[in-house]
């Protein structure tokens, strides 16, 4: 059935990936501040989507929106999620991260369905797979507790306005199309930019990496399928259940990139706050939606290295 999607953060990292994987069956209307660059869309798709260039912290400008497209689903992915940019302005991130989220929550069309990109960074930090309902929350981060703080509002919403929810705990996205400078996008670009020896930050912190294209499918799966009551919130993970160390990453790195680089720790990128482990459990979106990953960690890793798609301000950084 064709559904009205719209998708905020649609020019972003998962958001434009989640983009091209609706528009030829469904009507997607997506909204972008521009914030990480230009439109990142073809001609062509654009022409197959509506685009609207506005800020989610502009109350007036959602409310128009949503009352002119009145979509069935939101994908709600606009935030600013780089950690160091958080820490460094946690006014703005609030401003974004929880204000803009309330300002989709009060103008979207009762009995929406409308999915939050919260994050794994809600959780307090574990040696083992968080479970969404026994994994123990304690954000250790800025960034952390703004999707904390929105996944209260979006409960509190859902049951006030007759939405139905899902909070999607997001694990570290990879793969092709990065518009941050996280730990994947700097080797990659390090490494295209001719260099041997890298400058990294914290370097013992595992992660659970899940691919940019897996990442897209969860969102979507979790958004068109109808097996949530009106007025009703559900949790669920989204990742792999397998997390590796910079150390493992890097070894894996050198055998799909075949070059032999060295490493050393630069102290200006180390992170005053960095958990030490995460992974996701995914037994739950497994269970009801039928969800699993599809790619690997090294599929991830030669689709990144082969064709990096990153934005030009990440890729010209090392030039």
Not at 238 to 264: C, P, W
């Amino acid at each position: 059935m064709r559904r009205k999607v719209l998708v905020t953060g649609g020019n972003g990292f998962v958001g434009r990936e989640v983009v091209r994987r609706l528009y030829d069956e469904h009507e997607v209307c997506v909204v972008d501040n521009l914030r990480s660059g230009p439109v990142r869309l073809g001609a062509d798709e654009l022409a197959k989507i509506r685009f609207s260039e506005i800020d989610i912290i502009d109350a007036a400008a959602v409310d128009a929106l949503m009352a002119d497209f009145k979509p069935d689903a939101i994908i709600h992915l606009a935030a600013i999620h780089y950690i160091p940019e958080c820490e460094n302005n946690p006014a703005l991130a609030v401003k974004t991260n929880v204000d803009g989220t309330l300002n989709l929550l009060a103008a979207a069309p009762s009995s929406a369905r409308f999915v939050f990109a919260s994050s794994g960074a809600v959780y307090k930090p574990d040696d083992k797979p968080h479970l969404e309902d026994e994994a123990v929350l304690g954000p250790s981060d800025v960034y952390g507790f703004t999707k904390l703080h929105g996944e209260q509002y979006v409960r509190y919403f859902a049951a006030q306005r007759g939405l139905s929810a899902v909070n999607v705990r997001l694990f570290n996205v990879v793969g092709p199309g990065e518009t941050n400078p996280h730990l994947l996008p700097e080797i990659i670009a390090q490494l295209k930019a001719g260099r041997t020896t890298l400058r990294l930050g914290n370097m013992t912190p595992k992660r659970d990496y899940i691919h940019v294209r897996d990442a897209a499918s969860g969102f979507i799966t979790v958004a068109l399928k109808d097996d949530i009551e009106d007025g009703n919130t559900l949790t669920v993970n989204l990742g792999t259940s397998q997390s590796y160390s910079v150390a493992e990453l890097v070894a894996k790195l050198k055998s799909v990139t075949m070059i032999d680089f060295a490493l050393e720790q630069e102290q200006s990128r180390l992170r005053k706050v960095d958990r030490p482990h995460l992974a996701a459990d995914i037994g739950r979106i497994a269970s009801r939606f039928g969800w699993v990953p599809k790619a690997t960690i090294d599929d991830a890793l030669a689709d990144a290295w082969k064709e990096p798609d990153m934005t030009a301000e990440l890729a010209g950084k090392y030039r």
